[in-house]
């Protein structure tokens, strides 16, 4: 008895260390949507402080299970305007500039980059396939289409 329950208790911090490390699978090795919006959040108000109390991002995560997609927007004038759309890498937290197709570098952006890193312990190669990983081109969407009007709660133009 004693020993049976020894065995269920040593898989089952097996089971744990492993799922905190190297044994966890690619779906559990992706950042959330939250995370990918802290990341982008971080450049945005980095690039735009001017603008950074009313500028909101929209999740368009939904559409691609391979990246997160956002678009941004600033809200000085009632009708909004567009500042940019952006894919964060799920696996490494690359932010990408989908309108310019171009990886985005700033100051913080590589402690992002080492924290994801260093949690999911990838080695040279893993991380060197996943950071090639691009969104596909061209991703562009009006700051007029339903997923704009969506995030105030207006009804999408038809």
């Not at 000085?76 to 570098?105: K, L, Q």
């Amino acid at each position: 008895m004693v020993a049976r329950t020894i065995m269920r208790v040593t898989a089952i911090l097996a089971g744990v260390i492993l799922g905190a490390g190297l044994g966890v699978s690619g779906e559990q090795r992706k950042i959330t949507a939250r995370e990918a919006a802290q990341i982008l959040r971080d450049y945005v108000w980095w690039e735009y402080p001017h603008l950074a109390p009313v500028l909101e991002l929209v999740d368009l995560s939904k559409s691609d299970p391979d990246f997160h997609y956002f678009f941004v927007l600033t809200f000085r004038s009632p009708a909004g305007v567009m500042v940019g759309h952006y894919a964060v890498n799920p696996w490494t937290g690359h932010v990408w500039n989908t309108i310019r197709c171009e990886v985005i570098v700033w100051p913080r952006g590589e402690k992002w980059l080492k924290r994801i890193r260093r949690r999911y312990r990838y080695s040279d190669q893993q991380y060197a396939e996943l950071a090639a990983r691009t969104p596909p081109w061209p991703i562009v969407m009006s700051s007029g289409s339903r997923w704009a009007a969506q995030a105030h709660g207006h009804a999408a133009a038809a």
